[in-house]
């Protein structure tokens, strides 16, 4: 009879660790998404937050990251006070750029949902200044994720109202965006704006970039103007709006303040149906995706 050593059992259990880790990654790379739109308060960060934590509920490790200098998702969260965190995603970013190590999990905060955030704060302001004389200047954020990447199936990435330099990083970073759109407001030029970035970022630095679709929020069916401005925007951008829609609702308002998930707060709820919804559609994209990697012929 054989005895095995520590030494053997150590490396049988590492054997073991390093067959699943590889096999698990290279089926199932992360995916980032951007959730983008330069207009202000069409709920991005309302989405990126339940979409994330709906995400993680269905067993996916996810990572979200405020790419927003408001810290609006920081704070929704649950640190109320991010202009005293530190590090944050300015400092990982600012490391890149000055070519520093960065730490396994260094700035990364666990949320007790599951989730994992870069926080962001108000010096996401002037890094975006200094961003413009950075070489390589559209990768840095792409950089440091590629850095964390390999821990997470889902990266979301909460973008601010605006097309600079911040969001441009974003989409270069992304595999797709998500383009949340209140359903009150006609967004035909914004949206127009927005595509032709999103084409350029495309054409121009990053070939692999989707847009996943458009998602209504804040959707009041009661008034015919509301019903009007739905219909328009699923003529006008047909399969590339997502089925689920989410409805105004002061439950979801309240997540801002409350710093607790919809899933938490209004468990039942419209709007945590409806974010389960559009946490199910995006799921079935990524199967998509994954069939369409593992058989190129299709
Ligand atoms: N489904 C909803 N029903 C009612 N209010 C909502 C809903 N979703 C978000 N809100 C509220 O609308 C406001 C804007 O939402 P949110 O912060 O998610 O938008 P945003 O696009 O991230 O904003 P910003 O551009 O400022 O970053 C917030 O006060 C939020 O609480």
């Keep these: ?50 979409l ?63 989730v994992h955030l870069v926080p962001a704060n108000i010096e996401l302001s002037a890094l975006e200044v200094t961003l413009v004389n950075t070489m390589s200047r559209e990768t840095v954020l792409r950089q440091y994720l590629s850095t964390v990447a390999d821990r997470y199936d889902y990266a979301l990435i909460d973008c601010m109202p605006s097309l600079g330099m911040l969001t441009i990083n974003a989409l270069t970073a992304a595999d797709s965006v998500i383009i949340p759109v209140q359903a009150q407001y006609l967004p035909a030029k914004g949206l127009e704006q927005l595509l032709r970035t999103i084409t350029r970022v495309k054409r121009q630095l990053n070939p692999k970039l989707e847009v996943d679709g458009i998602v209504l929020t804040m959707v009041d069916s009661r008034t015919t103007l509301a019903r009007e401005i739905n219909a328009l925007i699923r003529k006008t951008y047909g399969g590339h709006v997502f089925a689920s829609e989410i409805p105004r609702s002061i439950k979801a308002a309240e997540i801002s303040v409350e710093n607790k998930s919809i899933y938490d707060h209004d468990r039942s709820g419209k709007a945590a149906l409806a974010y389960e919804n559009l946490t199910r559609e995006v799921l079935s994209l990524g199967k998509q995706i994954k069939r369409h990697r593992a058989d190129p012929v299709r």
């Design 1 to 50: 009879m054989t005895t095995s050593t520590t030494a053997d059992r150590q490396s049988e259990q590492l054997c073991f660790f390093e067959t699943h880790f590889t096999t698990e990654r290279s089926i199932e790379p992360v995916k980032t998404i951007a959730l983008a739109n330069q207009k202000g308060g069409v709920g991005k960060t309302t989405t990126a937050a339940s």
């Design 52 to 114: 994330g934590i709906g995400l993680s509920r269905q067993g996916k490790k996810v990572l979200l990251i405020d790419a927003d200098a408001q810290g609006n998702l920081t704070q929704m969260l649950g640190w109320p006070q991010p202009d005293e965190l530190s590090p944050t995603l300015s400092t990982l970013m600012e490391k890149i750029i000055a070519e520093q190590p960065i730490a396994p999990g260094e700035g990364i905060l666990h949320h007790p949902s599951g």
